[in-house]
């Protein structure tokens, strides 16, 4: 029962921190990793710093995957990713990284009906918005993309990736 309410507390955490930290600083993918990272205590700058560029997918083009997505897809392989010191991989730990992508993939899936950005826009504001244009960013975020939109993925996104983490027991010793 403990650990059921300690799991419901990071997960609600890691929701909580992403809507807060996409609302207030923007940049969706950063926005997600800083909130896993500081709902698991595992700060990694390098990690968060390399996130930078992804925001509305990647470059703010909204073309490919939701950068939430991308984010938690970073965020997993961090835990539990192929190490530079064993490329080979003799040991598969990559393809146990695919599998629990999927399990993220398929909550986009479920919730959204696609992981792309634009297709996540189609779906929650009815359009489609191109944000390196000045004008159509000031549209976005009066439709609410910095408020209750973008904000909400970024904090599901962080939700599930915390129970992707928490079911997979990717944190030793929690």
Known sequence: MERTKDAKMLTEKAYKLAYEYEGTYRGCGQCVVAALQDTFNVRNDDIFKATTGIA???GMLCDTGCGA????VVFIGSLLGRERDNFA?????????????RKLHDKF??????SICRDIHMKLFGRYYYMPDQDEFTKFDNDGGHTTVCTEVAGKAARWVAEIVIEENLLPGR
């Open 109 to 114: 899936i479920a919730e959204y009906g696609t």
């Open 89 to 101: 991989d003799a040991e598969g730990v990559r393809f146990k990284t695919h599998e629990l992508v």
């Open 69 to 72: 997505y991308i984010a938690g």
């Open 56 to 58: 509305g997918s990647a």
